[in-house]
């Protein structure tokens, strides 16, 4: 009775001790959890400072390419003063501006370790999801659309001016006259092509789907919206990690 006794009393310990044992293991494992889980938190908030950076820097190019472009729409002819105005027109219409970071290391680390289950916010993980897995594409489809409609206007600037002269106003050594001759043949290549009303309205459609995402209209969720909707998350960010 006594070997019962104490055999009993030393299987409850081994028992006790197997189970603080692993009470232990994964006490400490969530708290790494927990660290890798801020140290991702840390990463996204990263990610999404240098998002509204590149937005606010693609909402002034937009704004300024609008700008530009729409009263020499309306006008249909060209007249530059100088080598670099005439540049600038060109590249307002086959360069899309400052494009977003396709990177999302952070966000997708955190989801496919698991650390997200260890996120107790729901509005902040719910936030998150959105972002990466919506926003932030509507926002890569907005620089693809930009994109092809700048090589299509590429493809009709390319065809129909002189834009190798371009980089030889440019060169050292020119003088005023030969650069506003330069010039001067340029503008006149351009003029033809502002009398072609498929490329009027090809850039038209262009500038306006830019004005589209700056302005609101119609529901259209635009630049502003979406740079407002990450300093939220940001701010949702920080108040997470002062936890």
Known sequence: MKNWKHYSFEILVIFFGISISFWVDEWREDGQNKELLEENLQSIRGELVRDTVNL????????????????????????????????????????IGVRLEKNQGAYKSMIQNSYGQYLKNSELKKSLYNYYENRRYEL????????????????????????????????????????????????????RLLSDQFFINQVDHQMQYMHLNIVKEQGIETLYDHKTYIIQLIQMIDNQLKK
């Open 56 to 95: 606010d820097a693609k909402i002034q190019y937009l704004d300024s390419v609008t700008s530009l472009v729409y009263p020499i729409l309306s006008q249909k002819k060209v007249s530059f003063t100088s080598a670099q105005e005439m540049a600038h027109f060109i590249n307002a219409l086959i360069w």
């Open 140 to 191: 890569l489809d907005l620089e693809y659309d930009l994109e092809k409609m700048a090589e299509r206007n590429e493809q009709m600037i390319l065809g129909n001016v002189r834009t190798a002269e371009i980089g030889i106003a440019f060169y050292e050594g020119k003088t005023q006259k030969e650069i506003e001759k330069i010039v001067d043949l340029i503008s006149q290549d351009l003029n």
